[in-house]
């Protein structure tokens, strides 16, 4: 039987910290049949000596130098039209993955072919390298068992004032390469949060989940990378006072056009996306009554599956 490809898509810029860490994991998957292809995005460190090092040494990579920095976003669209895999990962070059990663989560899709992506348990650490927290996503929180109704839910939707279920981070999971660069074509401009973006994803299909700890995910680094580049446009779109509303425009367009979705389902789309940005507008301003009346739309604060 053959094996599907997997493209691993690696974004760098100023990594040098923890960038070796990250390549030398993704080298030792178990899974047999990977390109890993990383583009550096004009870094001031030793990132691009770094990777040199590893391309020369293994054949599954591929090293790009890019002449202009072209910002997260846009050096990791120019990765995604270079690969050519069936699934493909986002790695990010602060973490780093359990050797079985890619095989469980490749496993969990090639038996669910209404599956669009997986997912892991995460274990979250701080700039100091200590665990302070594991994510599971099973029992009720456990993403096969939802409707796409209750996904739409879990992704747009606090339980309570702050509180969000981190499902999110199934975007570095293992997803269909097809699907995502499907969801790319159909959402306009910047994506400011992966919440936006992921919308789009749970309108492709079922998601999976493999209640084993297989993704290392440091926090609170990734947007100090961001602040090194401030013309990032991630980076200027966080700073653009009309950011909430160009959002909601951004998804109403990405649902209106996604090809899968049922009508039904597009128009149950648009309360919870006015409901999200209401929240994201109002939660500044400590409008508690109106923002814990948002939450309680949230089905999920009352379900028992």
Not at 63 to 68: L, Q, S
Not at 105 to 115: F, P, T
Request: hydrophobic share 40%; charged share 25%; glycine share 6%.
């Amino acid at each position: 039987m053959t094996v599907p490809l997997v493209s691993i898509a690696l974004p760098v810029y100023n990594g040098e910290k923890w960038v070796e860490q990250a390549i030398s994991t993704l080298i030792k998957q178990s899974y047999d049949n990977v390109e890993i292809i990383i583009a550096d995005d004009c870094s001031s460190d030793n990132s691009q000596e770094i990777c040199e090092q590893y391309a020369s040494k293994y054949s599954q990579i591929t090293f790009i130098k890019n002449e202009t920095n072209l910002g997260a976003q846009g050096n990791f669209k120019k990765i995604l039209n270079l690969c050519s895999g069936k699934y493909i990962t986002y790695a990010s070059q602060d973490d780093y993955w359990d050797e079985n990663f890619i095989s469980y989560l490749v496993e969990k899709l090639e038996s669910n072919n209404s599956a669009v992506l997986a997912g892991s348990a995460v274990q979250l650490l701080d700039k100091n390298d200590e665990k302070y927290k594991e994510l599971h996503f099973n029992g009720k929180w456990n993403p096969e068992k939802f409707s796409i109704h209750k996904l739409m839910y879990s992704l747009m939707l606090p339980l309570n004032y702050g509180k969000w279920i981190k499902n999110h981070l199934f975007y570095h999971g293992v997803l269909r390469t097809d699907i995502l660069k499907y969801c790319f074509s159909i959402f306009p401009g910047v994506i400011e949060h992966d919440r936006h973006f992921l919308l789009l994803l749970a309108l492709s299909g079922k998601w999976c989940y493999v209640d084993r700890v297989l993704y290392f995910r440091r926090v609170g680094v990734g947007g100090i990378h961001l602040k090194e580049m401030s013309n990032d446009p991630v980076y200027r779109r966080k700073g653009n006072i009309f950011r909430h509303i160009i959002g909601l425009f951004q998804m109403f367009f990405g649902v209106i056009k996604h090809r899968d979705a049922k009508i039904s389902t597009k128009l149950f789309c648009i309360p919870i996306i006015i409901a999200h940005v209401s929240y994201e507008i109002l939660k500044p301003f400590k409008a508690n009554k109106i923002v814990k009346l948002i939450c309680r739309m949230n089905d999920l604060r009352k379900s028992d599956f």
